[in-house]
């Protein structure tokens, strides 16, 4: 994918600073991805981290209110909409996710949820199953869908193959955030005043708490991983790679006893973050060792 317009270019290397700046992760897994498509994703992951610091991170630490941030917010859907619709905006990321989602053919369907469940972290602290799920669709299996599309551009696949890797980016996005929500159940209580998992208490929250919700996290795991050999070459290292790291996150969380994990933040360490990349890299999903206690 070339640019000729030099705006254009700018709006895409701004993207790119944004996913090297703000995820070693995502940032390491976009390396293995084809150029055309390490763009595109790079474009999406820029977005999705303007309005993720617009809810928890910039527009709060600069002192904007509730009111405000939810103004910004829906300033920044319009914005999103009118640039896919006119393949311009004045915001440089919103311009360069525009350009893929016309690049790829996608819009609203997905953003539309996406802000949506931004949108409820302003209000709800709580979710029961109906919106747990309505809320990880939105801000995560979209998300992946989005990907997935940029994988596609150009492949020939069968409506059959087609809704498999649908389903399979849908539990890999969900996987992603689960594992996130778990991993931050204490500063998503304590700071921001958040429980996102029915039913689960996070002040009594117990070792058949933590078991039952890393079991569901490892069944999207399970689907995800069986759907990697499908993909594209130009994105099946990356997508593998990814899904490495959040298995080895899930692998250390289930080692994790309950009261530690409400108390401390589960890592990854570099050197094996290393180890699962380099077998990404030679095609292989990673095997996740089991994690001692």
């Given at each position: 994918m070339t640019r000729d317009s030099l705006y254009d270019r700018v709006a895409e290397e701004t993207a790119g600073i944004v996913i090297r700046r703000y995820s070693t992760s995502f940032g390491l897994a976009s390396r293995l991805l084809g150029p055309a498509v390490r763009q595109h994703v790079?474009?999406?992951?820029?977005?999705?981290?303007?309005?993720?610091?617009?809810?928890?991170?910039a527009a709060d630490a600069a002192g904007a209110d509730r009111s405000t941030v939810a103004r910004i917010l829906d300033e920044l859907e319009r914005d999103t909409d009118e640039a896919m619709l006119t393949g311009y905006s004045a915001n440089l990321v919103v311009h360069a996710f525009a350009l893929t989602a016309r690049d790829t053919g996608f819009g609203t369907e997905l953003t539309a949820p996406f802000f949506a469940s931004m949108r409820a972290d302003l209000s709800a602290t709580e979710h029961d199953q109906a919106s747990f799920e309505t809320y990880v669709y939105g801000s995560a299996e979209v998300v992946g869908l989005m990907c997935l599309k940029t994988f596609l551009v150009g492949v020939n696949v069968t409506a059959d193959d087609e809704a498999t890797m649908v389903t399979g980016a849908r539990r890999l996005g969900a996987a992603f955030q689960k594992v996130n929500f778990l991993r931050d159940l204490a500063?998503?209580?304590?700071?921001?005043?958040?429980?996102?998992?029915?039913?689960?208490?996070?002040?009594?929250?117990?070792?058949?708490?933590?078991v039952r919700l890393l079991d569901d996290i490892d069944a999207d795991l399970a689907v995800s991983a069986s759907v990697i050999p499908m993909l594209p070459r130009s994105s099946r290292r990356a997508v593998a790679l990814a899904q490495g790291l959040f298995a080895e996150l899930s692998a250390r969380l289930r080692a994790t006893p309950a009261d530690r994990l409400v108390r401390s933040r589960v890592r990854v360490p570099n050197p094996v973050k290393l180890r699962i990349a380099a077998t990404a890299a030679s095609g292989r999903v990673p095997r996740i060792e089991r994690v001692a206690r």
């Open positions: 790079e474009n999406i992951y820029a977005l999705v981290r303007i309005a993720d610091e617009i809810v928890d991170g500063a998503d209580f304590e700071q921001l005043g958040r429980s996102y998992f029915p039913g689960v208490d996070v002040a009594s929250f117990t070792e058949a708490d933590k």
